[in-house]
């Protein structure tokens, strides 16, 4: 009887068409077919769970040290500017990249309109305003305030465009807005919850906070405010979930119980690269690794002491053995995707060489020190390595782990409060060009709890170099300061030069737009389920 009714539909369809010339709808849908298409809609997940290697320090962008936070908050937080996942700079709450001053002492921002905070607030230039304000405040101690130090104020134009008068020249200006650290926070909540920021989150993203339960998980949930409708959320809620141990992270993405797993640990790839459930993706990364040396203390003020540890590094091995060959050696002080980056001349693997520099040096026989090491499978891994390579050498290395955040707050003090000796730790820098890859770390300024240095380098012609390279004008002046800079500081050796790695993730393989971007953080913000 179904079969008939749709012969006398299509017939009826022509006899019009050939009538009148107008078209025919599709017969609705039986019953039976709606019910499939409503049993397959409600059997797509509306739910990703997403397994990192560590607990996340901060939900305040202004104040977050590493790049697991800041992934996190980057589907509920949003800048001026951002990365798309090839690191390229585009516009998002600014309507197009700033522009810059004749003199280079100036950026100056058109906002988009209609845009709201989780909390109802309107995004706009006194916004925008509130929040550099709160950066530079001195008060607040905020620790990405070093990024924004060349900000000399802010002037609201008008309801819409923001400028950024700067005290000095500065070619980075552009990548610096879209750093991760100048994501906006609602001027409401900065006025009533600055120093709870940390823990209330509230941003302008198309995801909103729930809750975080320390060394358990951070929920999110779908904004249906979000002012991008085009890109709005796909899937309802995401739940990050703290997992350090790399082969609990690969189980539960083996069973389903996580969709989503970076990184995935290198000598994980094996179990899981024949399962058809199971997308594994590599690409190259701007995450380089090194162990600093606290210059404060001896031995480690001695040049040849130095020197000697690198020398006695196989980081060729190295890198089989821990990663099983997912990543390279360290070619400079920055990795080879950062803009600026010049291949140095480093240290080989060179045993004899590093026993007559330690001899040199006055320590024939070695020494004995401690390094300090997140408790992440991995880098215990690396820094168990790294303990017998020295040991070759006569170096006796105690190795200590921390969790995260007690290893930052044991590491952002002021240089007669650290008690670090050697430390294995990583950079990516998250603006995708050197300054932000070296002043960070290495000048005198960037001495914590103000910055990064936290092996109190201090070398008066690297810091004229890495001024210049902000302060000038072309390409090419900038990128020579940059390459005079590496080549000094890799022959002074203030860390203990390793590797770059490779980003590996894993994912489910109904998964879709599920991104980690080269300085490795997440973007998650189009993520849906197939």
């Known amino acids: ?41 409600a059997s797509k997940p509306t739910e990703l769970v997403v397994a990192q290697a560590a607990n996340p320090t901060t939900m305040d962008p202004h104040d977050a040290q590493d790049t697991l936070s800041h992934s996190i908050m980057k589907s509920m937080y949003e800048g001026l500017l951002g990365f798309d996942k090839d690191m390229k700079v585009v516009p998002v709450l600014a309507e197009s990249l700033p522009e810059l001053g004749s003199d280079a002492k100036s950026a100056t921002f058109k906002l988009r309109k209609g845009v709201k905070f989780h909390d109802g607030e309107e995004f706009n230039a006194e916004a925008v305003k509130a929040n550099l304000d709160r950066i530079k405040n001195p008060d607040n101690k905020l620790k990405r305030a070093s990024l924004f130090q060349v900000v000399e104020k802010v002037e609201v134009i008008d309801p819409y465009t923001v400028k950024f ?63 991008d409708k085009a890109n709005a959320a796909k899937v309802d809620k995401i739940v990050f979930k703290p997992v350090t141990e790399a082969s609990s992270r690969t189980s539960m993405l083996k069973t389903g119980e996580v969709q989503f797993v970076y990184p995935l640990s290198a000598d994980q790839v094996d179990s899981v690269k024949n399962d058809n459930n199971i997308v594994v993706n590599k690409a190259p990364s701007i995450l380089e690794f090194y162990v600093v040396f606290n210059m404060t203390k001896k031995p480690f003020d001695n040049k040849k002491v130095r020197q000697a540890l690198n020398y006695a590094i ?200 599920a991104f980690v971007l080269p300085d490795g953080s997440l973007d998650l913000k189009r993520v849906e389920f197939k």
């Not at 990548?175 to 906006?184: E, G, N, R, V």
């Not at 409401?188 to 209330?200: D, L």
């Not at 590496?486 to 590996?504: C, H, M, N, R, S």
């Open 165 to 227: 008068v700067l005290n000095q020249p500065f070619a980075a200006i552009t990548q610096t807005f879209a750093h991760p650290a100048s994501m906006m926070i609602s001027p409401k909540s900065i006025k009533e919850n600055n120093k709870e920021v940390q823990r209330k989150p509230v941003g302008t993203g198309p995801y909103q906070f729930v809750e975080w339960k320390d060394a358990d998980h951070v929920t999110i949930k779908k904004f249906d405010g979000y002012w």
């Open 314 to 513: 196989d980081k060729n091995t190295l890198i089989k053995v821990v990663y099983k060959g997912f990543g390279t050696p360290a070619e400079s002080i920055i990795a080879p995707n950062v803009w600026g980056f010049q291949k140095q001349q480093m240290y080989d693997y060179n045993r004899e060489k590093a026993k007559s520099l330690l001899s040199e040096a006055g320590f024939p026989n070695g020494f004995e020190t401690t390094l300090w090491v997140v408790n992440a499978s991995e880098t215990v891994k690396a820094a168990e390595f790294i303990q017998q390579q020295w040991k070759e050498v006569g170096v006796k290395v105690n190795i200590q782990q921390m969790e995260k955040g007690t290893l930052l707050n044991q590491l952002y003090v002021k240089p007669e409060e650290s008690k670090m000796q050697t430390y294995m730790g990583s950079w990516s820098p998250s603006t995708g060009e050197a300054d932000w890859g070296i002043r960070p770390l290495l000048t005198k300024a960037q001495f914590p709890p103000a910055g990064y240095n936290t092996g109190f380098y201090v070398n008066e012609e690297a810091e004229k170099l890495i001024e210049d390279g902000l302060r000038l004008t072309t390409d090419k002046e900038r990128l020579e300061a940059y390459a005079n800079v590496q080549k000094l500081v890799v022959e002074e050796a203030p860390w203990g030069f390793l590797y770059v790695t490779d980003i590996i993730s894993g994912k489910r393989s109904n998964l879709n737009n």
């Open 1 to 41: 009887m179904q079969a008939k009714k749709g012969w006398i539909v299509v017939l009826t369809c022509m006899l019009v068409v050939s009538l009148v010339g107008a078209g025919c709808s599709k017969p609705a849908q039986t019953q039976k077919d709606a019910g499939a298409d409503s049993k397959a809609a």
